[in-house]
């Protein structure tokens, strides 16, 4: 749903069709690339069929889990598990829109880094809205990945005799919208380690926030190597 001829479509289509994310399908006059698929919930309805002869379709659907390409060039995907109901509206001679939220539970969010580090980050909640155009989807949610005994001696202000190493969670905030996400990060220590109060690592891992560049060298620093890098570095 990033680029221009992306569609949605039902995963018990896919299996009639016999196509998967990423072939490309035609539509009448028009050809489209398939961006993403989502489940419905018992009960729901049968999904909707792409229109023929310039015929207009209008269907409600229920969902149950999604999964959203959320960038082509690194493979970044989004796999939910939620709630939600939509209102597609497809046909040959208009646009396909698309109206309604879906609410995330769980699920993951691949993070790629310059495409050859692949990392599995936890979503612990948040949300996709759609207002008409699937391109412009509002996102917001967040994802996390628990990075374990990371060096901390090149941020703490304790003596080299105390053991510098602790959990890190990387906290991935995801907003913006499915063509344009905007992506930032933060850092959190566990509630009950005793480095938690530690001003100075607490203000160092806070200040990484101001430097978006210097955020993300940290970050990648963190999936590569487990360790943070200082600035001599």
């Known amino acids: 749903l990033l680029r221009d001829n992306g569609a949605v479509m039902a995963e018990i289509l896919l299996e009639e069709l016999k196509v998967k994310i990423g072939d490309k399908l035609k539509i009448g006059e028009g050809e489209f690339t398939i961006r993403g ?16 002869r310039g015929d207009l379709l209008e269907r409600p659907a229920r969902l149950g889990k ?3 390409i959320l960038d082509e060039e690194t493979g970044d995907i989004i796999k939910g598990q939620g709630n939600g109901q939509l ?4 046909g040959n001679k208009e ?5 309604g939220r879906y609410d995330i539970t ?19 909640h948040g ?4 207002n008409g155009d699937p391109y412009e989807a509002v996102i917001d949610m967040d994802a996390e990945y628990l990075a374990k005994n990371v060096d901390l001696s090149s941020l703490t202000s304790l003596s080299n005799s105390y053991n510098q190493k602790e959990d890190i969670t990387i906290v991935s905030h995801l907003t913006g919208s499915l063509k344009k996400p905007v992506i930032t990060f933060d850092f959190t220590l566990p509630e009950t380690s005793e480095k938690s109060k530690d001003y100075i690592l607490v203000k160092r891992l806070a200040d990484f926030k101001n430097d978006e560049n210097e955020m ?18």
Do not use: C, H
């Not at 698929?37 to 023929?52: A, N, Y």
């Not at 209102?87 to 497809?90: D, Y």
């Not at 769980?106 to 612990?124: A, D, H, R, V």
């Open 127 to 130: 949300s996709i809205t759609w």
């Open 37 to 52: 698929t989502f489940d419905e919930e018992p009960g729901g309805t049968s999904g909707f069929r792409l229109g023929g």
């Open 106 to 124: 769980k699920g993951e969010y691949t993070f790629n880094f310059q495409t050859f580090l692949k990392k599995p980050f936890t979503l612990s």
């Open 216 to 233: 993300n060298k940290q970050v990648a620093s963190l999936l590569l190597f487990n360790t943070f890098i200082s600035n001599t570095q």
């Open 95 to 99: 646009p396909l829109t698309m109206r």
């Open 87 to 90: 209102s597609i509206r497809v």
């Open 66 to 68: 999604v999964d959203v």
